[in-house]
């Protein structure tokens, strides 16, 4: 009896000591609050720049979660609305056209849109980064000089000749087939749905078995590859900053040392430095997770 | 709810037509499977027949053909790109290395293994009395394969085709990752831009001709196999039948 007494308090102090110390937090500075769930879209640049704004929060102190590789743009955004993600890093022009507003190449013009665009829904766009990434129409190198082709508006000369490859939902997209037969008056001879500025697209351009590419403008494979990307001349392509967007809740529970976080980690975001990444992440197969953590350690957010 | 249906009525009442619309897409659909399922047939069953007739290395084959099962056909509409992608170039009468190449190499990885398997199994399950007494009577081998043991075999042969069809033209929609029509064209399409409506109307298409390719070969299955072998008949009963009425019916 007395022996089954001591194991019983013995147990009770073990469990104690348990639910005690699983209540004290691991980290320098413990912040008390919501997990914050960083959430990402289905290409390679969200998944590290998801794994750039992840990981900083993590180093200072922040509960997070990640949810990567969500889907489209129709998948994520409702999911910040509704509070299943936090945390999205978007592009200002192309976020501003989803939420009913027009953007224009002005980058703090269409920042400012954005921001009272989405503030209905209880959405909050922190300060924006000088990286940008339009999309991008691309055709290799021979195809250029073959055509003569330097600027989107050239493509109009083939028109009903070339085959375009993109997104599957490039045909439903302003920025994409919509505003090229819109803007540019141009006519494909046939649309092939592949994927988002990723692998598949790339070999299907090299292979040849399109002829023009979406690809993004910070994606390093092309100048990697050699491919040629065709200027914007007519300004289909709004400004597209990156811009981290969150929720209200967020910010109210965490105040302004999470946004004074994320804009200097924003801040120190260029094109070249992304387009790097990506290239690395497309090419060399890279983790997203390894680029994201050597990236913040050269810029000094987290130490090593 | 009785909304989406109504949306699901009008989705079908417009987008018959065109190269967008379900009639062309379901056209692409049969043709990548149709195509799969008549290689698989005229590698598996010729292959499976002569060695479920000779007996010989079953094993070894049973076992390669398998993989075609075991490896998801995802993996293999992605590994055979960049070869298809290549090939594309070099060979003539091969237009694209995207689309419709790679989904058939998927598909008949998927079609052989059923074929073959069941062709296999179905002839070496044909009584060995039967054939022992057709060679008895001086039938040649490939004669006894062909007259004999094919005939036999045949119910089992037809439900592997029958099997493997149905599987290929539920698979058939991954060609719409690698650029290909088809019904899963709606799927992934509808998914990119979340619109309900095409993802339930090309999932709907897709049951409904896989049930469609199901009653087709059960319709085949009843016009090929020879009578006496039809399930639910026995050779006797059939026999019995065919008796002089006045040895069946009571006095």
């Keep these: ?304 | 709810m009785i909304e989406f249906f109504g949306d699901l009525a009008r989705w079908f009442a417009d987008n018959w037509d065109g190269t967008a619309g379900y009639l062309n897409r379901t056209w692409e659909h049969v043709q990548v499977s149709g195509l799969a399922v008549v290689v698989a047939s005229a590698i598996g069953v010729p292959l499976g027949a002569w060695l479920g007739h000779t007996g010989k290395g079953g094993l070894a084959v049973v076992s390669v053909v398998n993989i075609g099962r075991a490896l998801p056909s995802f993996g293999i509409v992605a590994l055979a790109l960049p070869i298809t992608i290549r090939i594309a170039d070099r060979v003539p009468f091969i237009d694209s290395g995207l689309g419709f190449l790679p989904t058939f190499i998927a598909l008949l990885a998927l079609a052989l293994p059923p074929i073959f398997t069941n062709t296999f199994a179905g002839v070496r399950n044909v009584s060995r009395d039967t054939v022992e007494a057709a060679r008895g009577m001086g039938v040649t081998e490939r004669r006894i394969l062909v007259d004999v043991e094919l005939p036999i075999a045949s119910p089992v042969v037809l439900a592997g085709i029958r099997t493997s069809a149905v599987q290929v033209v539920a698979t058939a929609t991954l060609g719409a990752l690698v650029g290909y029509g088809g019904l899963g064209r709606y799927i992934i399409d509808g998914f990119a831009v979340q619109d309900d409506l095409q993802i339930v109307a090309g999932a709907l298409l897709v049951a409904v001709l896989s049930v469609a390719t199901e009653l087709g070969f059960g319709a085949l299955q009843r016009r090929i196999v020879p009578p006496p072998l039809r399930r639910g008949t026995s050779l006797r009963r059939r026999a019995l039948r065919r008796l002089q009425p006045s040895a069946r019916t009571p006095a």
């Design chain 1, 1 to 304: 009896m007395r022996n089954v007494f001591r194991s019983r308090v013995v147990g009770a102090a073990l469990v104690s000591l348990a639910l005690v110390a699983g209540a004290c937090s691991s980290g320098d500075d413990a912040t008390d609050g919501p997990t914050i769930t960083v959430g990402s879209t289905n290409f390679g640049e969200q998944l590290i720049l998801g794994e750039i704004y992840a990981s900083v929060l993590e180093a200072n102190g922040y509960s997070v979660e990640r949810k990567f590789n969500l889907g489209t743009r129709e998948v994520v955004n409702p999911a910040l609305k509704s509070g299943e993600i936090d945390l999205l890093a978007e592009y200002t022009g192309t976020l501003l056209t989803f939420e009913g507003g027009t953007p224009s190449t002005d980058s703090d013009q269409t920042w400012s849109d954005l921001q009272n665009a989405i503030g209905d829904d209880g959405l909050v766009a922190l300060a924006y980064s000088p990286a940008q990434d339009k999309n991008g129409f691309v055709v290799t190198a021979a195809t250029a000089q073959e055509l003569g082709l330097a600027a989107v508006s050239d493509l109009a000369q083939y028109n009903g000749q070339l085959v375009l490859g993109g997104p599957p939902e490039c045909p439903d997209r302003e920025f994409c087939l919509i505003g090229l037969q819109e803007v540019y008056g141009l006519d494909f001879a046939g649309f092939t749905p592949l994927d988002t500025g990723g692998p598949l697209t790339v070999a299907a351009l090299e292979g040849g078995e399109i002829d023009v590419a979406l690809l993004f403008t910070s994606d390093g494979v092309i100048a990697a590859k050699g491919f040629v990307l065709l200027e914007d001349d007519r300004n289909l392509q709004p400004a597209e900053n990156i811009v981290p967007v969150t929720t209200e809740e967020i910010m109210d529970a965490y105040g302004e040392d999470l946004r004074d976080l994320l804009d200097e980690v924003s801040a120190a975001i260029t094109t070249a430095e992304l387009s790097e990444l990506n290239k690395r992440y497309g090419l060399d197969a890279e983790d997203p997770e390894d680029l994201a953590r050597e990236w913040l350690v050269s810029k000094g957010f987290i130490e090593e």
